[in-house]
């Protein structure tokens, strides 16, 4: 028996016509004989929605999150009504709706009346996304003869109390794993979950940070020893470039744990890095997939890359970047004046991405934030300083940059008319990369990706989607 652990992203839950198609891609798991468990997000841009309704009654905008709260009432019952017509359950699942929200509405009134948002609160007014969405979507899958069965997540993943990013606590999360969705697994029945969400062992409510759903799919395959996570998303999985900038981008058909944690970094936007950890260290293969195009065979995540005759993998791009020069003719190699220096960073809670030194100067690269000014008027304090912003970080992943001299030498030289500002390599073995001004960011993956991806390995990408259609 196979189990997958099947995980569907906002959009894959946005209306009745995406659940249904995602009712249609489990059924089909279950044909062949697997065993699914269904994590679920909120519908799309819900969770946006509860953080705005709940910021507005903080501030004692009681009619404004009241407004946005029976928006989503409205959304959410709609949806269940096209779902659901069998006239029992449709009555059921309209009255636990209703119930749902009613609660959230006198939590909304609270907070209207205290004005005061704590990380808590927070993380039970989000909570109510994933609530509902799984609700909806287990009754769906019952309509559509699916043997589901609801599972509140906080039921399962046990976290500490750090809200809005809470730590999972493995081994309490593999008991209750056991426990709660075993059973249900061995009876044949689907279990259906919220992700993101989570409580601490005193069963209050936890989420595990945005984006978190991923992370609950990998948390429970991890617990579960499943045989694959499938991470269900709207796209065709991870690709040689974002095909908005370069139509050419192929997909990428198996890559590695590292490749793909490197990507995520870099702001490929498929996956978080640290959501596939308890994957990972189980050795369990996950799977992105596009419920658009569920015969697509998206891209499958493996601990070990196979061979691959090209160099790199895929060309991740980092925006909104800013450089800052620190430059001090006489004190740079004083002992202790890096130190200095970070520690003003470290001072303004700001996180350094890469950092290059010379004689006289040190640049850094961090986000573009508002505290430069004040990072800047503290560095000044050591040395001369300039900061620039619009900058952007080109980062090339592949396992094979290792051990193939000349590299460097061919990347720059696609990238000889573009001025380059900052160069690193060695400090991960899987990737190379470099900042240049954001406005030639476009023109840079363009040109990479002309070089080095022109004769790409067929086991590893899909070049069938690159030859002409036939007519
Ligand atoms: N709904 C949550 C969010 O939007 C979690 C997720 O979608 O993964 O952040
Ligand atoms: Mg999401």
Redesign the pocket.
Known sequence: MSLVVMKF??TSVEDPAAIGRTAAIVAGRVAEGKRPVVVV??MAKV?DQLLRAAAAASTGDRTGALAISSRLRSRHRDTAAALVKVPADAAALQNLVDQKFDSLDEILRGLAAILELTPRISDLIVSF??RISSRIVAAAFLERAIDAAHIDARDVIVTDSQFQKAAPQDALIEKRAHEHLRPHVAAGRVPVMG??IASNEAGITTTLG?????FTAALVGGALSADAIEIWTDVDGIMTADPRVCPDALRVKIISFEEAAELAYFGAKVLHPATILPAVKKNIPVLVLNSRNAACEGTRITSLAPHCSSPFKSIAVKKKLSIIDVVASRMLMTHGYMKDIFTIFDKHQCPVDMVSTSEVSVSLSVDSNDKLPAIAADLSQLADVKYEGRKALICMVGEDIRGQSGMAAQVFTAVRHINVRMISQGASEINMSFMIDEDDADEAVRSLHAAFFQNPDPTIFDVEARKPAEV
């Open positions: 992203g906002g997000s909120a969770t996304g994933e992700g993101f945005r984006g978190g759903s991923d």
